[in-house]
């Protein structure tokens, strides 16, 4: 099966992005491991053009289900179709768990993909036809594409990746311990586990954020082992220094020398940072105590969080304000911006 490799989320929400803005009806076969956003990205980029998102999940239908019963009218059978397939308007129908599906399910899906129609039903030309599946190599319960159905495709191979995690993390409010713990154990971000049911990967650390935020243990979704390189990682936390003291302007304490407390600085100074005296408070400090590349990777992802909430005005507030904020701009500006 050919893929297009080495495409990260980010990369991903991009190229679909593209073929929505040029209106290319091309069917899309998005292939990767569980857990690592194929479905969510999918969805989000629809809807941030103002598309309908429908989500079949193949593998739980049956043929009938797809291509509708057959209903005698004037001597002749009808295939009446389905009520969740669209009759107007335009959208994405997001075939999920393609080759989870049996064959013959598969070969009423290829209809629908290649000729944008099955039985009596046509799909509004203001669709697409996005879809998704794991590869066998994921220990999923996948049967063989057939070749005719796979040539009909434009294949994209996801492919787990942090900064894409993180961009994800800070709009989405993810708890700032388990992102501070994945920039200094980036492995940890998708890693499966045979001999375990929970194992690390982006949909389980979603949960884990959520859990955390409940004071609930991380074990049951990344699993043990995980979840103890996590909680040592706490204890990072312990001997940092004080947040809210750094962002007032308050602390005279010197930069830690342990990666980990590093990571965790840095990032709890991002996510912490509501407003722009507070952030030029953190920046002064970090090019104070901080080498150059911990000052570099504090202010990227502090730009990017500040995009990301649509407060591009504090930046330029910040600038004006600190002189040394300008330089790091002009140095910087391709990783920045």
């Not at 019963?69 to 389905?82: H, K, N």
């Not at 590869?135 to 495709?153: C, H, S």
């Not at 947040?243 to 991002?270: C, I």
Request: hydrophobic share 45%; net charge negative.
């Amino acid at each position: 099966m050919p893929y297009l490799a080495g495409v990260t989320p980010n990369s991903l929400a991009q190229y679909l992005r593209g073929l929505i803005q040029h209106r290319l009806k091309l069917s899309v076969m998005l292939w990767g491991p569980p857990g690592v956003g194929k479905s969510s990205i999918a969805a989000q980029t629809a809807r941030a053009h103002g598309l309908e998102f429908i989500d079949l999940r193949l593998s739980q239908l049956a043929p009938t289900d797809l291509r509708g019963l057959p209903v005698p009218e004037g001597g002749v059978s009808r295939w009446f179709p389905p009520e969740f397939l669209p009759r107007e308007g335009e959208g994405v129908l997001f075939l999920d768990e393609l080759n989870m599906a049996p064959p013959t399910l598969q070969g009423i899906a290829q209809q629908l993909i290649l000729d944008r129609k099955v039985g009596s039903y046509e799909l509004p030309e203001g669709w697409y036809v996005w879809a998704a599946g794991n590869r066998k190599e994921d220990r999923a319960a996948v049967f063989d594409m057939p070749a005719p159905l796979a040539n009909r495709f434009l294949h994209l191979e996801v492919e787990p990746d942090f900064e894409s995690f993180k961009a994800y993390a800070f709009a989405s409010g993810l708890h700032e311990r388990i992102l501070a713990f994945l920039a200094f154990r980036p492995g940890l971000l998708h890693h499966p586990d045979p001999k375990s049911p929970a194992w690390p990967s982006p949909r389980s650390w979603e949960m884990a954020s959520h859990l955390l935020k409940a004071g609930l243990d991380v074990a049951p979704v990344v699993g043990r082992g995980a979840a103890a390189e996590f909680a040592a990682f706490e204890q990072v936390y312990a001997v940092l220094p004080e947040l809210t003291d750094v962002l007032e302007g308050r602390t005279g304490k010197a930069f830690p020398e342990e990666p980990s407390a590093r990571y965790a600085l840095t990032l709890g100074l991002t996510l912490r940072a509501e407003t722009a005296q507070q952030a030029l408070h953190a920046f002064r400090w970090m090019v104070e105590v901080a080498p150059p590349e911990w000052v570099q990777l504090f202010a990227c992802d502090l730009f990017t969080r500040l995009r990301l909430r649509g407060q591009l005005g504090e930046l330029a507030q910040l600038r004006k304000a600190e002189p040394r904020l300008e330089e790091f701009l002009g140095r910087f500006r391709e990783l920045v911006f």
